[in-house]
């Protein structure tokens, strides 16, 4: 049964970069999955971020694109996320999950001064 | 960019059958759209419940089931219980992107 933990500063300053690692366990990250990134702002409805394939190929939000950078690492099982120049609209809690049938818990993201 | 809209929230007595739909802004749901739906309690990360349209995970409840109606993607409860309230999503598919839709609070009474 494959795992997922979401890790991350937990607060960050707004212009600054958000950086999100999700650890995976009980399954290889180098099988042929997609891995995704998804945010939900307090109260609010959950936003697709991107995904990545297990090759490293990326498709990113749209509205996201211009400030959105998605790793894999298959050495060491995990892949990340980089959000750049943050603000109050990026605090969320952030979900890694892979093919959308396994989930990570989420971790909360503030930008905040 | 595709917005999706599900209904902001409905009401269903225990035992009952509700269908809850799911709409893009433009055009109709198709298999193509590959259409997914999640389950998310308070507190909780989204549970998968189908994808594929209609296809269910190992742990999908049997009284739930998914389908294409009249150009929307649609989750039907049948024998709905006190359990099933919560919060609904659907995910639609467009070329390499995924649009959530809006949720659909589901409550039991």
């Known amino acids: 049964q494959v795992q997922l933990q979401e890790s991350g500063p937990g607060l960050v300053k707004p212009s600054e970069t958000l950086s999100l690692t999700c650890t995976v366990s009980?399954?290889?990250?180098?099988?042929?999955?997609?891995w995704s990134w998804i945010r939900q702002s307090p109260g609010k409805g959950l936003e697709w971020i991107g995904e990545m394939s297990h090759t490293g190929r990326p498709n990113y939000n749209p509205s996201l694109k211009s400030r959105v950078t998605m790793s894999i690492d298959t050495s060491k099982t995990h892949f990340s996320l980089t959000l750049t120049s943050v603000t109050a609209a990026d605090t969320a809690v952030y979900y890694c999950?892979?093919?959308?049938?396994?989930w990570g818990q989420g971790t909360l993201a503030t930008v905040s001064s | 960019q595709t917005v999706v809209t599900q209904e902001p929230s409905l009401t269903v007595s225990p035992g009952g059958t509700v269908t809850l739909t799911c709409a893009p802004s433009?055009?109709?749901?198709?298999?193509?759209?590959?259409p997914h739906w999640f389950q998310q309690k308070p507190g909780q990360a989204p549970r998968a419940l189908i994808y594929t349209t209609s296809k269910k995970y190992s742990w999908t409840p049997a009284r739930f089931s998914g389908s294409l109606l009249g150009g929307k993607a649609a989750l039907t409860l049948s024998g709905v219980q006190p359990e099933d309230e919560a919060e609904y999503y659907c995910l639609l598919s467009y070329g390499g992107a995924w649009v959530f839709g809006g949720g659909t609070e589901l409550t039991v009474l």
């Open positions: 009980g399954g290889s990250i180098s099988s042929p999955y997609w």
């Open positions: 999950a892979r093919n959308w049938d396994s």
């Open positions: 433009t055009g109709a749901v198709t298999s193509g759209n590959n």
